[in-house]
């Protein structure tokens, strides 16, 4: 957004964070209120639905300093009844609000091509790509508010689905002496190839720059994954769907994460499979 010309003001709560965009131009404030305060458009990225409430229309809420005409666009990833329930508490004041999700990663965050999955009003849709085609590269009007949050957790369970199976295939190929590098390229162009297994291979020393070779640092923690695969349990209870792929991936997710490996990347997976 910076480098785009727009005036940005942020606040988080890790100094070191503010820091790296006050250096590259930002502005900043010492509260939530004081960012929000007069401006055009509000952008949040929480953990969860309480902490979006919370920031919007709690005690002390965003709700009473926004104007009229305000666009908020929630980047987090929640469950989709807290995105309804806040959206409509916003438009009783008049401010917009569309829910958009990405996915991408951090790279993905750092280069400005991540994917924005959105509900909303068309028209506020609209008001916010301009925006969203700076920080990302594709950008997607999911439905109503609400839907891009749904949009997010069928590509998060679809994700750990493939990353737990990727992790399975390769360290079925080990355990029967084959060379993870070649079976990885062996897969790849056949019809085993996935994102997972061509882009964020879970494998170590397989891919260069992906957390794998780097003690699963870094990318999309482990803690995240399991939340994201929470909601769309939650999801799939309230709609009636059967996921049995999804439920098994959240609870070997589940496992992982109280074996102590939260913080580690969500590829760290594949160390369920590999120990001895």
């Not at 069928?154 to 029967?176: F, K, P, Y």
């Not at 990318?219 to 349990?233: Q, S, V």
């Given at each position: 957004l910076l480098k785009a010309g727009h005036q940005v003001c942020v606040y988080d709560l890790f100094p070191d964070a503010v820091e790296k965009l006050v250096t590259q131009g930002a502005t900043t404030a010492s509260n939530p209120r004081q960012v929000a305060e007069g401006?055009?458009?509000?952008?949040?990225?929480?953990?969860?639905?309480?902490?979006?409430?919370?920031?919007?229309?709690?005690?002390?809420?965003?709700?009473?300093?926004?104007?009229?005409?305000?666009?908020?666009?929630?980047?987090?990833?929640?469950?989709?009844?807290?995105?309804?329930?806040?959206?409509?508490?916003?438009?009783?004041?008049?401010?917009?609000?569309?829910?958009?999700?990405?996915?991408?990663?951090?790279?993905?965050?750092?280069?400005?091509?991540?994917?924005?999955?959105?509900?909303?009003?068309?028209?506020?849709?609209?008001?916010?790509?301009?925006?969203?085609?700076?920080?990302?590269?594709?950008i997607f009007h999911a439905g109503k508010v609400g839907a891009g949050q749904v949009a997010k957790v069928c590509n998060n369970m679809l994700l750990s689905v493939l990353m737990a199976g990727t992790s399975e295939a390769l360290q079925l190929g080990i355990d029967n002496g084959l060379d993870p590098k070649v079976l990885s390229e062996i897969m790849s162009k056949s019809s085993g190839s996935n994102w997972t297994l061509d882009v964020y291979n879970p494998c170590p020393d397989v891919m260069e720059n992906v957390p794998s070779s780097n003690g699963y640092q870094g990318g999309f923690m482990t803690d995240l994954m399991a939340k994201?695969?929470?909601?769309?349990?939650?999801?799939?209870?309230?709609?009636?769907?059967?996921?049995?792929?999804?439920?098994?991936?959240?609870?070997?997710?589940?496992?992982?994460?109280?074996?102590?490996?939260?913080?580690?990347?969500?590829?760290?997976?594949?160390?369920?499979?590999?120990?001895?």
């Amino acid at each position: 957004l910076l480098k785009a010309g727009h005036q940005v003001c942020v606040y988080d709560l890790f100094p070191d964070a503010v820091e790296k965009l006050v250096t590259q131009g930002a502005t900043t404030a010492s509260n939530p209120r004081q960012v929000a305060e007069g401006a055009e458009i509000v952008i949040s990225m929480l953990p969860a639905g309480k902490h979006v409430a919370a920031l919007y229309v709690g005690d002390d809420g965003l709700v009473s300093v926004l104007n009229q005409g305000t666009l908020v666009i929630d980047s987090s990833t929640i469950d989709s009844a807290t995105a309804i329930t806040t959206a409509n508490l916003l438009k009783e004041k008049g401010i917009r609000f569309i829910d958009a999700p990405v996915s991408g990663g951090v790279a993905g965050a750092a280069a400005g091509t991540l994917s924005f999955m959105v509900g909303g009003e068309l028209e506020d849709f609209e008001a916010a790509k301009p925006l969203l085609d700076v920080m990302g590269k594709n950008i997607f009007h999911a439905g109503k508010v609400g839907a891009g949050q749904v949009a997010k957790v069928c590509n998060n369970m679809l994700l750990s689905v493939l990353m737990a199976g990727t992790s399975e295939a390769l360290q079925l190929g080990i355990d029967n002496g084959l060379d993870p590098k070649v079976l990885s390229e062996i897969m790849s162009k056949s019809s085993g190839s996935n994102w997972t297994l061509d882009v964020y291979n879970p494998c170590p020393d397989v891919m260069e720059n992906v957390p794998s070779s780097n003690g699963y640092q870094g990318g999309f923690m482990t803690d995240l994954m399991a939340k994201d695969l929470g909601l769309a349990m939650d999801t799939a209870l309230k709609s009636g769907s059967a996921t049995p792929m999804g439920a098994l991936t959240r609870n070997l997710y589940a496992l992982h994460q109280k074996a102590g490996n939260g913080k580690k990347d969500f590829s760290s997976i594949f160390e369920q499979f590999s120990q001895k």
